[in-house]
């Protein structure tokens, strides 16, 4: 029998679905074909794939090839399926024992010359295959991302004539090293202690952190906004394996390098202002992750937000309400998950001394109005904490208190974090309005403050639920099993900035 099958995986969004590269060899005229709706890069597979076997001094079928890439309507690009169909090639030839292809993935783009070469998204096909109890084989550039996949059975080749040998017996491949694992390594994140000063936005920073809230800091020049959230990720509770994993399968996909030592630390990604929406959210033919996507489990820090342009910013939304994104392009269809904390920082007005003691700032209300206009209400709305930073004097910078560092205040985010985790699953900010209801109950007297504020800040109902939330999160904070009036009113004070 001249057929061969030889298993692989496709990649939609973070989801490696299996591909079965089918070889057929007849009769006729020598020439290969591949089906299954490829896109062009995989028929420029057949050119790769037959210079490969014949630089590796293999034999090439002087038959009729038939390459069947099944299930036909997934997309399937990139060289990912080089390996696969050479290796189909030479099994359907009798090159290859077909038994020995029994059990095993494979997953790799072929140079010219055989040797084999990184592809992007190894990380989910290793989920998907170890799941399935089956050993994949990947190139070595690979090997330190899928060696992030316990109890996976992942074998490394720097050639097809290497993968032969193995698939015949002749060699063991060896194993993708797990040993770069090791949080004890995680390079250090910059420090709290490091802010003098700043109290009120150091007590919002923790309560962000501790929730899992959105964060918008306002204030003029050289106050602290980046230096502060640029600080949150090393207060955070560390990711768990799931969220680890889920994080490296996107940066996987998204061609990034897997940063072992640091895998387990949540992201800070900082898009400059002049970012496209493709960018933020994610694009292209082949759809990759954006920004957003690569803050996943972490922190997307929007740095003068007003200055985005405001399509961009709109995009935001979706992502913030589901904690996903889809992305449609022409024909395709993919889904990345996009469950960031969003921190934004901004000047108060276009010069940026608004409010300052100074007096120094000649923006009139109007312009100072129109500034603040830039960030819609949807997405205003969408920030649980508001804070207004004021200029720190320059005594205070050189002789302030030193607050506490990083370690410390994690340590209370931690606790309060895992008190959210045990009631409800998640982090407050992710609660939905039934579950605010249940976790966040106020007696009358609590009822009255809220709905005071609600008319004098002109809260919208999401804001609402927000300021619930909140409040929540400074109660986990104290510990206190009930929401007080004092964290009811605290987290009011967060909504003052603009509803
Ligand atoms: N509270 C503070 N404690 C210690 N250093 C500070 C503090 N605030 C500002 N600095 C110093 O000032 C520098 C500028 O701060 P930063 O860039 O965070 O300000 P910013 O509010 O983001 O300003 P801009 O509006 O211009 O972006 C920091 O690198 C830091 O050295
Ligand atoms: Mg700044």
Redesign the pocket.
């Known amino acids: 029998m001249s057929l061969a099958v030889v298993y692989s995986r496709a990649q939609v969004g973070i989801a490696a679905p299996l591909v079965s590269c089918e070889v057929h060899l007849s009769g006729g005229l020598p020439g290969t074909s591949i089906v299954g709706l490829p896109e062009t890069t995989v028929k420029e597979a057949r050119d790769r794939v037959r210079a490969a076997i014949l630089n590796a001094q293999l034999e090439y079928p002087q038959r009729r090839v038939t390459v069947n890439l099944a299930p036909a309507d997934l997309p399937k690009d990139g060289g990912r399926f080089d390996l696969p169909i050479a290796l189909g090639v030479l099994a359907a030839n009798g090159r290859v024992p077909r038994d020995a292809l029994d059990g095993c993935e494979f997953i790799g783009e072929l140079a010219l010359s055989g040797e084999l070469r990184g592809v992007h998204g190894v990380l989910p096909a290793v989920l998907q295959a170890t799941r399935r109890g089956r050993r994949v084989i990947v190139p070595r550039d690979n090997a330190r991302e899928a060696a992030l996949v316990e109890d996976a059975d992942v074998r490394v080749a720097d050639s097809l004539l290497e993968v032969c040998a193995h698939l015949a017996g002749r060699i063991d491949l060896p194993r993708a090293e797990g040993g770069g694992i090791d949080d004890g390594r995680a390079s250090p994140l910059p420090c709290l202690s490091?802010?003098?000063?700043?109290p009120h936005a150091r007590r919002a920073l923790e309560v962000a952190a501790a929730g899992a809230h959105n964060l918008l800091?306002v204030?003029?020049?050289?106050?602290?906004?980046?230096?502060?959230a640029s600080r949150l990720p090393g207060i955070l509770p560390p990711l768990d394996e799931h969220e680890a994993l889920e994080l490296a399968a996107v940066r996987s996909v998204a061609g990034h390098d897997t940063d072992v030592a640091n895998w387990k630390q949540r992201a800070f990604r900082a898009p400059h202002h002049t970012a496209s929406a493709a960018a933020l959210v994610g694009g292209g033919t082949l759809p990759r992750p954006g920004e957003v996507s690569l803050a996943h489990h972490g922190v997307l820090f929007l740095?003068?937000i007003v200055e985005f342009d405001r399509h961009v910013l709109e995009v935001l939304r979706e992502p913030l309400e589901s904690g996903r994104i889809a992305i449609s392009r022409a024909a395709r269809q993919a889904e990345f998950p996009a469950r960031f904390q969003l921190v934004a920082?901004m000047?108060p007005c276009p010069c940026?001394y608004a409010g300052d003691p100074s007096g120094r700032c000649r923006c009139t209300p109007d312009v100072v109005a129109r500034y603040r206009a830039r960030l819609s209400g949807p997405l205003l709305d969408r920030i649980d904490l508001k804070l207004e930073?004021p200029r720190?004097a320059h005594a205070e910078?050189r002789d302030?208190v030193v607050g506490e560092d990083s370690g410390t205040v994690r340590a209370r985010v931690v606790a309060a974090r895992l008190r959210q985790l045990q009631r409800a699953g998640k982090p407050n900010a992710w609660l939905g309005n039934r579950e605010v209801e249940r976790d966040c109950a106020l007696d009358a007297r609590q009822h009255a403050l809220l709905d005071r504020a609600v008319d004098r800040l002109g809260l919208s109902a999401r804001a609402y639920h927000r300021v619930l939330r909140v409040a929540r999160t400074l109660a986990d904070l104290a510990g206190s099993g009930r929401i007080e009036e004092v964290h009811l009113a605290e987290a009011i004070q967060y909504r003052r900035f603009g509803g």
């Open positions: 490091d802010v003098r000063g700043q800091l204030g003029p020049p050289g106050t602290g906004k980046t230096m502060l740095d003068e920082a000047n940026g930073m720190v910078l302030g």
